[in-house]
């Protein structure tokens, strides 16, 4: 990951009731709760600004996938009704505008030190408190620590051979240049077809001479059907936003769907073709939505995978390549959907090719270019779509030391473990925001991040109100949450599918699922009453490290 350009500061030093980790939107929110509960607080991160992921992530056609009135915040009346979105699916431009503006409007940035990366973080068992250092000589002491560092933080650059070799340009759509890039003219290859790669691929294939993609797995793909933001629809949100958010906070993913309660398998063909037919008329994610079964029953998700399927053969004229693009090895959904603007029909430009990489693996970077068998290929630029080493990336490659010496990564060797996705056994006083073990990627994700910040700071309430300055979850109650977890996604169709959601994507990366697939609304309440019974599962010490009671 590259190194924001530092500028000139002071070192910080001293106590804080808080250190946040990350000034994406989860850290943005948590700073603006910790102010309002008046505890003190300060931010690091490694950007020179606020915006998380959407300060990293400008590749070409980067945008998100959640329609823009429900990817906001819903903790101020005022921020929802005087943002405007310009677009239903807003682009990363827009969306950095708005953490700024969010960021003007609550003056966050007087206690954020940006440029700045966490090097470690050591609890002191004796003190109750996170000595928390930056490669920037700052030393702080903390009551708490939040870790607010996202789920898709982490970019994984593959190890091929011979990369340092490459004469042309290399990038990483997770850590694309902020002045942008010029592709006019250029032989381009582009490595990956994930979401990023599905997003930029047409807005590179518009610029480039030539645009080589290399596929290793095909992903299924929903047209976004993204455009202005009609003024109608617009206020049609912001004149019911109280109890359109209500919903959404109880939807399965955070998302208001439309779902439609029946099942694929037991509607007449004709019947679920045409439910089909305007899913995709509509467009996003949605799609997911169209019958409630798609995601447990085999029969049903077949159908929904094979009239995609029939959409790309239809889209994309030359049928080999069409053949390549149409995914047959995984239900659809369980790898992340992807939505898009013109992805399938950029295959059909003369200047598009593809290439199968699954069976005739990439074999090195070579000095102009890259070689697949025999066979090499001559670029200009080479732009890496791999990904991600998501939800534990950030944190285990952090140098978090809990009780007894322990490090985070070596307790999430064979996989990530937490209660709620919010804490893990033996690194008290640590809160993690979206953790993995909690819906995060399953969900809209600032759905998810308010939750978990009004949870945390719900729970620093309990604890001042008590005086008690150390929690962490029982071992026992992390067992069960873990188990429960993997209960859930074995339901479920997503552990067939070698996604990232389970690592597989990272070599060497236990096989594990990683976040809750329960549903946000089923997780609020199982959270909600966990605190409601004074914090189950949660041990707690008071300033003496005496055991203090849950009441």
Known sequence: MPQATQTKRAPVSGEFDVAIVGAGFGGMYMLHRLRGLGLSAIVFDVASGVGGTWYWNRYP???????????????????????????????????????????????????????????????????????????????????????????????????????????????????????????????????????????????????????????????????????????????????????????????????????????????PEQERLAVYEDRWASGGTTFMAAFNDLITNKASNDTAAAFVRGKIKAIVKDPATAELLAPTNYPIGTKRICVDTDYYLTYNKPNVSLVDVKNTPIEAITPDGLRVGNEEYKFDAIVFATGFDAMTGALTKMGIVGRNGATLAAKWEAGPRTYLGLMTAGFPNMFMITGPGSPSVLSNMIVSIEQHVDWISDCLSHLSDRQIDCIEPALSAEDAWVRHVNEVADTTLYPSAASWYMGANIPGKPRVFMPYIGGVGAYRQKCDEIAAKGYEGFQMEGPVNAAVAAE
């Open 61 to 267: 056609g980067a945008r998100c996938d959640v329609e823009s009135m429900q990817y906001s915040y819903s903790f101020s009346e005022e921020l929802q009704q005087e943002w405007q979105w310009t677009e239903l699916f807003a682009a990363q431009p827009e969306i950095l505008r708005y953490a700024n503006f969010v960021a003007d409007k609550l003056d966050l940035r007087r206690d954020m030190r940006f440029e700045t990366r966490v090097t470690d973080a050591v609890f002191d068992e004796t003190a109750h408190r996170w000595t928390v250092r930056t490669d920037r000589g700052d030393v702080v002491s903390a009551r708490f620590c939040v870790m607010a560092t996202g789920c898709l933080s982490a970019a994984r650059m593959p190890d091929f051979p011979g990369l340092s070799s490459f004469k042309g340009k290399t990038y990483h759509t997770g850590y694309w240049p902020h002045e942008g890039v010029d592709f006019t003219g250029k032989r381009v290859g582009v490595i990956g077809t994930g979401s990023s790669a599905i997003q930029a691929i047409p807005v590179i294939a518009a610029q480039a001479a030539h645009v080589t993609v290399f596929q290793r797995t095909p992903n299924y793909s929903i047209p976004s059907r993204n455009g202005p933001m009609p003024e109608v629809y617009s206020q049609s949100w912001k004149g019911n936003y109280p109890a359109l958010r209500a919903e959404a906070r109880m939807a399965r993913n955070g998302i208001l769907a439309n779902p439609n309660d029946v099942s694929a398998i037991a509607t």
